[in-house]
């Protein structure tokens, strides 16, 4: 097996095997939710982006006590978290690149499911996944953190792709639930800003932070240099995930506790995170969901220009 294989096989084994036909096939001619020659099709286009972006998205969403004290309450993701990390990924990818029936139905599932997580957080609050707010910040981490990742790792866009970008996502966000969801990054700065007072890091917060840089032993015994490996595996946890969270802005580092030096984070973290993004854009070369829903927006002649544009 080549080194390319290997690495794919490692990420899909992560983060699934994203070629399902009946999501990213589908009727010729179909350009799905956003579309051939959008800014989404390039940037969630680049897995490697998409990849490094994970920790920071998923710790800023868990910021607002309410998604934590959902999360805590309803989700699995102690049992399997690398199905919950599958899913996530499904779910950005399938939205973005899938046909406009199964992207569309991915998401009325999703909100289904949402339906049922409802509940008090510890300090009585009630929340409800629902709630179009705690929707609209779920939502609007994602695409913030892939943005931010991309043009770190690979191409600056110009502001008005940005607001492209952003608008073009918002359109999912909406389909999921929210109200109002930042269309520019005009909006996205003050949307943040007023989300900003309301996010704190609870017991449930610590929690969950514990358990994203806690490495499994798998059973295996630990004494004496089986401890010693798990002890360096999770250090290097405790690294990718501060590594991770090196894209989120300095109010969540500190936040968080998961900082690192300026000199830490620009001469270790930053590279270490680029090369991982480089290592699986070159890997994957062009993804099978994006090469799925290429041929299928191509498939007919309202797509074709477009595709051909989209490169
Ligand atoms: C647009 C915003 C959101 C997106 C894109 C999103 C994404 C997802 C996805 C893809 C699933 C399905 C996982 C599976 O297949 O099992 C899911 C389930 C779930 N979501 Fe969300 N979510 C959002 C908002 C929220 C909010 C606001 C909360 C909490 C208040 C929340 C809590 C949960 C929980 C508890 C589950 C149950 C499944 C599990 O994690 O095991 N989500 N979400």
């Given at each position: ?39 989404s ?102 695409p ?21 970008y952003l608008a073009e996502q918002a359109v999912i966000g ?138």
């Open positions: 097996m080549g080194l390319r294989e290997r690495i794919v096989e490692a990420v899909e084994e992560i983060s699934g095997r994203h070629d399902q036909q009946g999501l990213y096939g589908g009727p010729a001619g179909d350009p799905g939710l956003t579309g051939p020659g959008s800014v099709w390039e940037v969630n286009g680049d897995l490697g982006a998409v990849a490094a972006a994970g920790t920071a998205a998923i710790v800023l969403e868990i910021l607002h006590p309410s998604v934590i004290a959902g999360v805590e309450e309803h989700s699995s993701y102690r049992e399997d978290p690398f199905r919950r990390a599958r899913s996530t990924m499904g779910y950005v990818l399938g939205t973005t690149f899938g046909n406009t029936e199964a992207a569309t139905r991915l998401i009325g599932t999703v909100k289904k499911i949402h339906g049922q997580v409802t509940g008090a957080r510890p300090d009585g609050v009630a929340y409800r996944a629902l709630d179009p707010e705690l929707i609209a910040w779920v939502h609007t981490c994602i913030w953190m892939i943005m931010t990742a991309f043009e770190r790792f690979n191409r600056a866009l110009s502001p008005a792709e940005r607001n492209r909406r389909m999921a639930g929210a109200d109002t969801v930042p269309v520019t990054t005009a909006e996205l700065a003050e949307f943040v800003a007023a989300v900003r007072p309301r996010l704190a890091v609870t017991e449930q917060t610590r929690d969950f932070l514990e358990f994203l840089q806690t490495v499994p032993s798998d059973g295996r015994p630990s004494w004496p240099v089986g401890a010693a490996v798990h002890r360096l595996t999770t250090a290097q946890a405790h690294f990718n995930v501060r590594a991770g969270m090196s894209l989120a802005p300095p109010w969540a580092r500190r936040l968080t506790g998961l900082d690192l030096s300026p000199a830490m984070r620009s001469l270790a973290a930053m590279p270490y995170l680029g090369a991982n993004a480089r290592m699986i854009r070159w890997a994957f070369d062009v993804p099978p969901h994006v090469a799925m829903a290429r041929r299928r927006a191509l498939g007919a002649g309202r797509g074709a220009v477009a595709v051909a544009a989209d490169g």
